[in-house]
């Protein structure tokens, strides 16, 4: 052995904390200049390098906020993905900003799930103790148990209104508190963190060295305030002694609580362990929470790379602001609220317009481009469905070219849906087969006998709702508080009463010729039948005002009912 032995340890130890050795790590130094290692098998990434994981390719590309590019995407496991997102902290109601970020993560395990059969394991801490929540409790006078459940049920029902798939688990931050002191005493004995004589512990940044700052770069950014007993003022709160009035637990180091970014950390890993394929969360959790989260994990479990794809959602702009909306600016809309004006499937397309990692401007104008697409796909539908019945009549169709048209779109959806999750480029290939469609669907006053063509707009119709229900756009409405009313008794008796007007429209419609008139003259309706038509048409108009709309097609008719919305809502 070599005599120089007094200085191998300082030298071990500075070597595990800047390239996360874990304390199994065999080293041996083979001359005074020479160490040999051989890293630990859970032990991957060194410095702030990413490394792509080792497993299985699943062919697609996502966009990784630690490498800030599109990296293929490579899973621990075929066909599963173990998924961790940061849930809300309840202390008030939740609005739009939130919708936003966990429709746009719904849609892409959706996608993930129902179009490349990943099984997405997802886990989402509820945070229910915190600053936020203790000082509202307080203003409510109620306890912070009570306020935290209360807004706790009320996201989930929004989420639920959303129809935001729920993860495979929820846990409560109160409920883990000794996982919680369990994970900061591992995190002290590996070097990475300390206590105060006040009762505190925090994570010392500079015992991990230049590796703090993955996804931001944030190595010298200002810390969190704290207690003069700090070591680096960059060092952040494992744990928070108990203060007057505050609920605490105990600990090794007093009575307290968890500090904001070790229930992230401690949950993340009590359920997928020491390796992570997705997290997700909004844009502006990245720093500090989300490179607190990743400091704490690695030094807890001694590898260089705990999550291995950190995926985030742009912010929600009110139309012509720079600030995001959130409850501390005082500019934000609720989820409630918003749904009295629009519908789920309307905020759903409007998500789908814009990739999810981008910003997102909120307007009437851009809920009504939303509101738009649908209305032109719902009107596809519709005509493609008379002509499939025989009441709509057009000239010959060109079949081949419709089938062609078919098959590039579903292959133009899948490399977008594969390429970081496009959306934006799936609406507008699903709008261009509608547009391509509709110019085949040109209604002539009178049959020419042409052949027919309706299996290839019924496999139009059957793809376009596969793909907008994989997204969570039910086309169909089924599930809309407005429907129509499932007996089929509204149905039956729109039926029956758009087939009478059509008869009498088509009376109306009868001409005679008139004695003295040029042979060339065009056939004019009875003067006496006039009133016929001004009734007709007064009736579609009344009809269209409540939801019924029915389209005059040559000498036939066709009708459809639109969801009925509550009075007002255009006036948004």
């Known amino acids: 052995?070599?005599?120089?032995?007094?200085?191998?340890?300082?030298?071990?130890?500075?070597?595990?904390?800047?390239?996360?050795?874990?304390?199994?790590?065999?080293?041996?130094?083979?001359?005074?200049?020479?160490?040999?290692?051989?890293?630990?098998?859970?032990?991957?990434?060194?410095?702030?390098?990413?490394?792509?994981?080792?497993?299985?390719?699943?062919?697609?590309?996502?966009?990784?906020?630690?490498?800030?590019?599109?990296?293929?995407?490579?899973?621990?496991?075929?066909?599963?993905?173990?998924?961790?997102s940061c849930g809300p902290t309840v202390y008030d109601h939740a609005h739009l900003g939130h919708a936003c970020s966990y429709v746009r993560f719904d849609i892409i395990q959706r996608i993930l799930s129902r179009v490349f059969g990943i099984n997405v394991i997802h886990v989402m801490v509820i945070t229910d103790i915190d600053d936020k929540i203790i000082r509202r409790a307080l203003e409510k006078s109620i306890s912070p148990t009570i306020l935290a459940r209360m807004y706790e049920e009320e996201f989930k029902n929004d989420m639920l209104a959303l129809k935001v798939l729920p993860p495979a688990v929820y846990l409560r931050v109160t409920e883990n508190i000794p996982q919680i002191v369990a994970f900061i005493e591992g995190i002290i004995r590996n070097e990475h963190a300390y206590a105060t004589k006040q009762g505190d512990v925090y994570f010392d940044i500079g015992s991990i060295g230049d590796r703090y700052g993955k996804l931001m770069g944030a190595g010298d950014a200002a810390g969190e305030p704290g207690d003069t007993e700090k070591r680096d003022s960059r060092d952040f709160a494992l744990w928070k002694a108990s203060k007057p009035q505050e609920p605490s637990w105990e600990s090794p180091w007093g009575k307290g609580r968890p500090g904001w970014h070790i229930e992230c950390s401690t949950i993340a890993s009590s359920v997928f362990g020491s390796q992570l394929d997705i997290h997700s969360g909004g844009v502006d959790l990245a720093f500090p929470h989300h490179e607190n989260e990743i400091a704490q994990c690695e030094a807890y479990h001694q590898c260089g790379q705990w999550g291995n794809y950190f995926l985030h959602s742009g912010h929600l702009h009110l139309k012509g602001s720079a600030e995001k909306m959130s409850k501390s600016l005082n500019n934000y809309i609720t989820i409630k609220d918003f749904l009295e004006s629009y519908s789920t499937n309307e905020f759903r397309m409007f998500c789908l317009l814009t990739k999810y990692r981008s910003a997102?401007?909120?307007?009437?104008?851009?809920?009504?481009?939303?509101?738009?697409?649908?209305?032109?796909?719902?009107?596809?539908?519709?005509?493609?469905?008379?002509?499939?019945?025989?009441?709509?009549?057009?000239?010959?169709?060109?079949?081949?070219?419709?089938?062609?048209?078919?098959?590039?779109?579903?292959?133009?959806?899948?490399?977008?849906?594969?390429?970081?999750?496009?959306?934006?480029?799936?609406?507008?290939?699903?709008?261009?087969?509608?547009?391509?469609?509709?110019?085949?669907?040109?209604?002539?006053?009178?049959?020419?006998?042409?052949?027919?063509?309706?299996?290839?707009?019924?496999?139009?119709?059957?793809?376009?709702?596969?793909?907008?229900?994989?997204?969570?756009?039910?086309?169909?409405?089924?599930?809309?508080?407005?429907?129509?009313?499932?007996?089929?008794?509204?149905?039956?008796?729109?039926?029956?009463?758009?087939?009478?007007?059509?008869?009498?429209?088509?009376?109306?419609?009868?001409?005679?010729?008139?004695?003295?008139?040029?042979?060339?003259?065009?056939?004019?309706?009875?003067?006496?039948?006039?009133?016929?038509?001004?009734?007709?048409?007064?009736?579609?108009?009344?009809?269209?005002?409540?939801?019924?709309?029915?389209?005059?097609?040559?000498?036939?008719?066709?009708?459809?009912?639109?969801?009925?919305?509550?009075?007002?809502?255009?006036?948004?």
């Not at 304390?23 to 160490?35: A, C, E, I, R, Y």
Request: glycine share 6%; proline share 6%; hydrophobic share 35%.
């Open 360 to 572: 997102i401007d909120y307007s009437d104008a851009s809920l009504n481009e939303a509101r738009s697409s649908l209305a032109t796909i719902t009107a596809f539908t519709h005509d493609a469905q008379a002509y499939m019945r025989g009441q709509l009549q057009c000239q010959a169709v060109q079949e081949g070219a419709l089938w062609e048209r078919l098959a590039e779109t579903k292959a133009n959806v899948v490399r977008a849906l594969a390429d970081d999750f496009d959306t934006p480029r799936v609406v507008n290939a699903i709008m261009s087969l509608v547009s391509h469609g509709n110019r085949h669907l040109q209604p002539i006053a009178k049959p020419d006998r042409s052949p027919r063509s309706p299996a290839v707009f019924g496999a139009f119709l059957t793809y376009i709702r596969e793909v907008f229900e994989v997204l969570g756009v039910d086309l169909l409405d089924r599930k809309e508080p407005h429907s129509v009313d499932s007996s089929g008794t509204l149905e039956n008796v729109v039926e029956q009463l758009a087939r009478f007007r059509s008869d009498v429209r088509a009376f109306a419609l009868s001409v005679e010729d008139m004695p003295g008139e040029p042979a060339h003259a065009s056939p004019r309706p009875h003067s006496e039948k006039l009133p016929l038509l001004k009734a007709c048409d007064t009736l579609r108009k009344d009809l269209a005002s409540i939801g019924v709309h029915i389209r005059d097609r040559g000498p036939n008719s066709t009708w459809e009912i639109s969801q009925r919305r509550p009075a007002g809502q255009d006036k948004k």
């Open 1 to 84: 052995m070599w005599p120089c032995i007094t200085i191998f340890r300082p030298l071990l130890l500075k070597l595990r904390s800047r390239y996360a050795f874990s304390k199994d790590t065999q080293l041996t130094l083979v001359s005074p200049s020479k160490l040999i290692f051989r890293p630990s098998a859970s032990c991957t990434g060194v410095g702030k390098k990413w490394t792509r994981p080792t497993g299985y390719d699943t062919g697609l590309k996502t966009y990784n906020s630690l490498t800030k590019q599109k990296e293929p995407l490579v899973l621990a496991q075929e066909g599963i993905a173990t998924w961790y």
